[in-house]
């Protein structure tokens, strides 16, 4: 029987490969040490060498390649040409062709999972249509409903109701719905409108509640929705986990390998640390801390987390400047054009976004804002600005930024004197495409033409700030390509087209080409996670996560981008997802 000695000199070579993609070693140490002869004896041993008929890598010194070696779920190899004979391959020649894996920089997965499960409202275009679908979804669901089981939904426009908003005795849709417990959420998830059965577990009068507002019987938005959310039967740990498994897997349809998630509970992040040892966590997340009262400092209920696989993390915490555009909720430095009693509505005082951000920057957070409307916006930048200077007192604010990486969430509307000092503080923003091509029919009515043209829905404006671009899934679908298209046409990807009905795009001085798109969906939300060469990349010492399309990209008509469809996804060397 051989000795433990022998056995361990036997698989040292092994283990110093393990060793050296795992800790994550720089390249000028890795390179000098992957290019030696016993490297290489070892490597053709243990590494499999995938193929294809052309690989963009996103690597600055060879960005086409045609041939990569994976060893331990990291790239060890990038071969600009096929490779010689003498090693293991999964398949030769390989056809496809490849981009590294997708992350969304901005999405919610348990509420995407639980959107799979519940109502989907999107595109309903009249208060008929939207009773019709739940009156279909409940056929077969006899426990939706249930004071147990609230009915849940999302998608709902007042936009679609002519303007107005609906009411509780809207979800009266007939007598099986008369004493139901129906809850559902808003297009952007910034309102709730429910049942009266709803309503009658709330208090009969309502104080005035800050940062929220109750605009319609049985419809509460931003603040005020807690009063609902107080009795709402959060969904158990079981159906929590069914969510994440179900959004994991149809992220993985899409070439989605990450997202960063944000807004996650110390509850939630207790359950993804202990989901992201099972094999069916097969997306990588970065995930923001949001206590479980909103814009409070609970570093006592969280811990940072850094799984050595690099499937999850938490180092970064969310807060919340205000509402959204849409329900007249995001924080305007000027009244809204179509509203003009209203400026919207801050969520958090700037003194106390101020102190949250510097508390939680001290105690190792990044710090993510959520910021719509300018005011809001500038609040965020003051916050970061005013951290930094606390942080970093030599008074090289651009450098002590490059650390911290606080990031603006949305970015949506910005005034032109913020936009700069956002430029001068190097603040990260992250960006939704869709969302202007989906807001784009409303956005110059609610803010004025010279507001949208200067301050709103920029993209090509931050470009030297690496936005991170996501969709915000559930309120977007998660569907990359279609961002993509967003970003590129400023169209939108359902119907093609700019609100005049044309294809000159909306505000096209705005587009970004596909190069930079597409790093808006892998390179930046890499840096936007302190994830820089682990992810967004196929690069020696990187995680293998790529995604096999039928064609490349770059050859693609703009207009095929919204009938694509992913071959293949790959998280770790492991192959999560393959078209039937």
Known sequence: ????????????????????Y??????????????????????????????????????????????????????????????????????????????????????????????????DLFGADSMQEV????????????????????????????????????????????????????????????????????????PKDIDDIPGGEIPAR??????????????????????????????????????????????????????????????????????MVECDVRNTFCPDAVKQVVTLDGKFQVRSVKLFGDGALGSWGSAMIEPYTDKSSSSGSLLVNASTLSSLTLDWAKEGYQVNIHAIGDLANRHAIDAFEAALKELCPDGNLRKCQDKHRFRIEHAQIIHPDDQRRMADLGIIPSIQPTHATSDMGYAESRLGVNRTKTEAYRMRSLLPLRPVLGSDFPVEPPNILEGIYAAMTRRSPRTGLDPSGGKAGWYPEETISLTEALKGFTLNPAYGAHLEGKAGVIDVGAYADWVVLDEPLESMDIEALLTATVRETWVGGKRVYKRA
Request: net charge negative; glycine share 6%; proline share 4%.
């Open 218 to 287: 049985g419809v509460f938005c931003d603040n005020a929705m807690d009063v609902v959310l107080e009795h709402y039967e959060k969904p158990s740990k079981e159906q929590k986990t069914t969510f994440v498994k179900n959004a994991m897997l149809e992220l993985n349809k899409l070439g989605i390998v990450g997202m960063h998630d944000a807004g996650v509970t110390p509850n939630e992040l207790r359950l993804y640390e202990e989901l992201s040892e099972t094999s069916d966590w097969n997306v990588r997340v970065n995930a």
């Open 22 to 119: 795992q800790i994550g070693l720089p390249n000028f140490i890795v390179q000098p040490i992957t290019e030696s002869n016993t490297f290489n004896t070892v490597w053709k041993l243990f590494a499999t060498t995938h193929c294809y008929a052309s690989v963009a890598t996103l690597k600055s010194d060879l960005p086409q390649a045609q041939c990569f070696s994976v060893s331990n779920g990291k790239f060890t190899r990038v071969f600009r040409d096929e490779v010689s004979e003498g090693i293991q391959k999964l398949e030769r020649p390989r056809t496809g062709h490849v981009i590294p894996g997708l992350w969304d920089g901005h999405g919610h997965l348990v509420q995407y999972g639980e959107l799979l499960d519940s109502v």
């Open 1 to 20: 029987m051989p000795s433990v000695s022998s056995l361990f000199w036997a698989a040292y070579p092994l283990l110093l490969i393990a060793f050296i």
């Open 131 to 202: 009773q019709q679908r739940l009156i279909e979804y409940k056929k077969g669901r006899p426990e939706a409903g249930t004071k147990k089981q609230w009915l849940r939904g999302v998608g709902w426009d007042q936009a679609n109701f002519n303007g107005n908003w609906p009411v509780a005795d809207d979800l009266e849709v007939d007598s099986s719905f008369k004493d139901l417990y129906v809850m559902l959420d808003r297009v952007d998830v910034h309102c709730i409108w429910v049942s009266e059965s709803v309503l009658s577990l709330l």
